[in-house]
């Protein structure tokens, strides 16, 4: 039988692996960010109300445009993020990762670089790579935020075509703050003679302590805010993304995206959805909240643990455990290990000497916090 080496696929995607968490069958999963909140009855009930008219008349195509729910989802950025959107400036897609595809397609693609600033969310890389974008990745400090002086100077000298920032950024939870994001767009503007294009990518947006980025989008045409369903209305399985801009990104994406793209049915259930944001948002504030308790109980067992304005805190190896499996990437693939012994699933990122653990219900954030304190006592 014959292996992928032998089929004639391209150069740069030789060797590489496809994204994707490892889903074990343990008692409790918190590794991939997801809500751990089941769609409340009245919502599903909605849910199956839509889906069932919209299955009237699933022999014709769906509205291609999505404009009722782009409607929607202005009326909701509006509501929620301090800047008043109009549909012409929102667009949507099969979750954010097609929405960032699509900004690819359109503005990256063969000769042309993005730059992110790493350790960030790695499908940005991968989608890169995958519309066959140069891929570079910037500067960080120690404590994972952007070096806003090193990052402009390497804008400067790359003149990358696409920036990526990453707001609260994943794995590190770390939120950017609005003046950093505004040197790196003139950067980016005056690197090339048409500017480029800055993607804040706001997938936690709803989980911060600081407000949305959404307002500087406000004059400035090459500013684009992604968000997505997935984390705060609990809707992960649903693959709804969208993004908030200048009218004109939106018609450029239009001249990649694929004919009918969004389903009829998944733009009922995301109408649904939108029509119950002041449940599901309090769902939001009971995660924040249990997102702090383990921030504040994680740093009293010793673990380093950096500031978090997601869903998911990014805590390190204890003192106690430091050197214990031979340097920072193996204690950081031992600790996991040693967690999951303990029937908790937490996310190894491939950070040396860091991991990442979703925010669920209280229950299985106290088994989380069970499992560390006894690898703790394990390794006294």
């Known amino acids: 039988m014959s292996g992928i080496d032998d089929l004639p696929v391209r150069d740069e995607l030789r060797g590489k692996s496809p994204y994707g968490a490892p889903q074990l069958d343990v008692p409790v999963r918190l590794n991939t960010n997801e809500n751990p909140y089941p769609l409340p009855d009245e919502l599903v009930t909605d849910i199956a109300r839509r889906v069932t008219e919209a299955a009237r008349n699933l022999n014709r195509y769906p ?51 993005a730059i992110g600033f790493d350790p960030s969310y790695s499908m940005h890389a991968l989608i890169a790579r995958g519309t066959g974008t140069g891929w570079v990745s910037g500067p960080r400090r120690e404590d994972f935020t952007i070096d806003v002086a090193a990052a402009t100077a390497e804008i400067a000298r790359l003149r990358p075509h696409v920036v ?34 800055v993607v804040i990518d706001e997938a936690y947006g709803e989980f911060s302590h600081q407000p949305s980025l959404l307002p500087l989008i406000a004059g400035r045409p090459r500013l684009v805010l992604s968000r997505t369903m997935s984390k705060a209305f609990g809707a992960a399985g649903l693959r709804l993304g969208y993004l908030a801009a200048d009218p004109a990104v939106v018609d ?8 009918y793209h ?19 948002l309090g769902y939001v504030e009971q995660l924040k909240a249990e997102r702090d308790r383990l921030v504040t109980e994680l740093r009293a067992i010793g673990c380093p643990v950096t500031d978090s304005d997601a869903n998911f805190v990014q805590f390190g190896i204890p003192t106690a455990l430091t050197g214990r499996w031979g340097d920072p990437a193996a204690d950081s693939h031992g600790m996991w290990r040693a967690i999951l012994d303990h029937g908790v699933l937490v996310r190894d990122n491939g950070v040396p000497g860091w991991l990442r653990v979703s925010a669920g219900t209280p229950a299985e954030n106290d088994a989380f916090l069970d499992a560390v304190r006894a690898v703790l006592k394990e390794n006294e």
């Not at 445009?65 to 782009?70: F, G, I, P």
């Open 63 to 113: 509205d291609r445009d999505a404009v009722e729910l782009r409607t929607a989802l202005a009326a909701y950025l509006t509501r929620t993020a301090g800047h008043r959107v109009e549909t012409a400036g929102v667009w949507a897609a099969n979750g954010s990762n097609e929405i960032l595809q699509q900004l690819l397609q359109t503005f990256g693609g063969p000769g042309r670089t």
């Open 164 to 197: 990526f920032v990453c707001s609260p950024n994943n794995p590190t939870g770390t939120a950017v703050a609005a003046d950093t994001v505004l040197a790196l767009y003139e950067a980016a503007q005056a690197a090339r003679e048409r500017g480029a294009l």
């Open 252 to 259: 450029a994406v239009q001249l990649v995206r694929l004919p």
């Open 262 to 280: 969004l389903s009829a049915v998944t733009q009922a259930t995301a109408l649904a959805a939108l029509d119950h944001t002041a449940t599901l």
